[in-house]
């Protein structure tokens, strides 16, 4: 087989590792980087190769530089060379280079074997394989048709305007205190990133808030699975009136479907004029950490350059820049900037399947965000192959990592999904507990909890109806759809008392 003693690039000994700035919206790959950095080599390897299960071209080549070099793992050129084989197919950095080396350096029989071997690996590991266990089947016949709000033909579900339901009032406002928020506090840094500095301008704006938020509408009109994607001070009202609030429902071909949503809320819809009248010190915050991003060609502050044209609507900039920023930058790998990108064209439906696209990128990265996202569009998408399967693996990888609304859809499959290899009571329940802290408020919650306890074994069907009865009760108040709630709870009850009967679990 193939020796230690071949003469290959420097790039291979050296190993590619970029390695971008970590915070709570740090993917998966990020963090195999870094413990690649620190030397810790048993905690980058099982990262890599579970970014290498769904097709990370990245962890390929990694996984191939510490097979050559031994680092981590006993050293093999055999098994580097197919790990780089895999790389080359995405055409990742010089890979394909430094698979024709190795090849060529190989006897005959020994080059034979090695690319049979590929081949198998890239059945199982390379794009076609990945595609076909992982991602979503499009339905091509579909990807032109909108969903569309109201049953018309409108494709903007806030006939009201969202800054409408909460503003600050100008009585509300307190005074910032820049003597304690000098100028080196900030310096070049996000200072509203959820952070320190966050902390620090949740002390200087505390009523009067900015609030941009993802969410999902629900076939029934109803807002659920906050993620807060931009915030200043505390958007706790803003968040209670739109979840309070439903919006106008989605329909796909006269079918009530679900789709995602963004809202602007409080300073996020204020004009140029009002932001620098009214908060003066903001303005000049936000202008001053955009300046020193405007000439940088590093991919990630173009992203971040992106993101604050995006957010801060009154910052001045040409037609198109912040999307062509977050082009570049998605085109360059970063994940965030992959999946804000793919977000944008999915939710304006002006590119659905390229937005799914860009979205399954940051996905193969590892970023939460992104995993629920594609977990969600593969679970009741009306353009893709709805797939259970599929769509729990995303779903479970991203509750793994304790995302909320991951971990709820991930319990509900685990009680009702028809596979049955998919049905798991005790994955639900472990779900369920780590959210009883934060979700009790929730009704959805509250019915996954029924379901729980109507499907574990022994069956505690008593527990269950008072979980569902709280169900109902607060999807009422919040105005949900609780049809099928309700007639859940007619199969598990009999003339008001608890009949214990054989039941499907769903």
């Known amino acids: 087989m193939l020796t230690k003693a071949l003469n290959l690039p420097a790039l291979i000994m050296s190993v590619l590792v970029l390695i971008w700035p970590v915070n709570s919206s740090a993917s998966s790959i990020d963090q195999a980087d870094i413990y690649f950095q620190q030397k810790q080599y048993q905690l980058a390897l099982k990262q890599y190769m579970d970014l290498a299960d769904v097709g990370n071209a990245r962890a390929y080549y990694q996984l191939g530089a510490m097979y050559y070099n031994g680092l981590g793992i006993e050293a093999s050129s055999s098994n580097a060379v197919i790990w780089f084989a895999l790389a080359a197919e995405s055409n990742f950095e010089n890979s394909a280079e430094i698979v024709a080396d190795l090849l060529s350096r190989a006897s005959e029989p020994d080059r034979v074997k090695l690319e049979e071997i590929i081949t198998v690996f890239k ?4 794009k076609q394989g990945v ?6 089947e499009f339905k091509q016949g ?12 409108s494709l903007d579900p806030n006939y009201i305007v969202d800054d409408e339901l909460s503003l600050p009032e100008n009585d509300d406002f307190e005074t910032f205190d820049e003597e304690n928020f000098g100028e080196d506090e900030l310096s070049n840094e996000d200072p509203f990133a959820s952070s320190a500095n966050s902390n620090k301008l949740n002390l200087l704006i505390n009523r009067p808030y900015m609030l ?51 809202s602007y809320l409080g300073i996020a819809n204020y004009n140029k004029f009002e932001v620098r009248e009214q908060y003066n010190f903001l303005y000049s915050k936000v202008r001053k950490y955009v300046r020193h991003l405007a000439d940088s060609e590093n991919p990630v502050d173009k992203y971040n350059y992106a993101m604050a044209l995006l957010n801060f609507t009154w910052l001045t900039q040409e037609e198109g820049q912040a999307e062509a920023l977050l082009k570049s930058s998605a085109d360059a790998g970063v994940a965030l900037a992959q999946l804000e990108y793919g977000l944008l064209l999915y939710r304006e439906q002006r590119d659905i399947k390229l937005g799914i696209e860009f979205i399954t990128k940051a996905a193969q990265q590892g970023l939460i965000r992104a995993e ?8 009741d998408s009306p353009w893709v192959v709805n797939d259970n399967k599929k769509a729990l693996f995303w779903l479970d990888n991203a509750a793994q990592k304790e995302h909320i609304a991951a971990s709820l859809k991930a319990a509900n499959l685990k009680l009702i999904a028809k596979d049955k290899t998919l049905l798991d009571v005790s994955g639900a329940i472990d779900y369920l507990d780590r959210l009883s ?18 499907n574990m074994r022994p069956r505690k069907l008593s527990v269950a109806v008072t979980y569902i009865r709280e169900a109902i009760a607060m999807g009422e108040d919040r105005d949900w759809d609780v049809t099928h709630w309700q007639n859940t709870l007619k199969r598990w009850t009999s003339g008001g008392s608890v009949t214990i009967v054989e039941m499907d679990s769903d």
């Open 142 to 153: 579909l990807l032109e048709q909108k969903i569309v709000f109201g049953g018309g033909d």
């Open 437 to 454: 802290a934060t979700e009790q408020a929730n009704p959805e919650y509250h019915y996954l909890q029924a379901l729980a306890h109507n």
């Open 123 to 126: 059945d199982k590991y390379g």
């Open 212 to 262: 941009v938020v993802d969410y999902d509408i629900e076939p029934d009109g109803s807002r659920r699975y906050f993620e807060e994607i931009q915030t200043i001070g505390n958007p706790k009202k803003g968040l209670e009136d739109l979840s309070n609030n439903n919006a106008i429902e989605p329909t796909f071909n006269g079918k009530k479907v679900s789709f995602i949503q963004r």
């Open 131 to 136: 595609q076909r266990k992982y991602f979503p």
């Open 372 to 379: 629920y996202r594609l977990g969600k569009i593969i679970l």
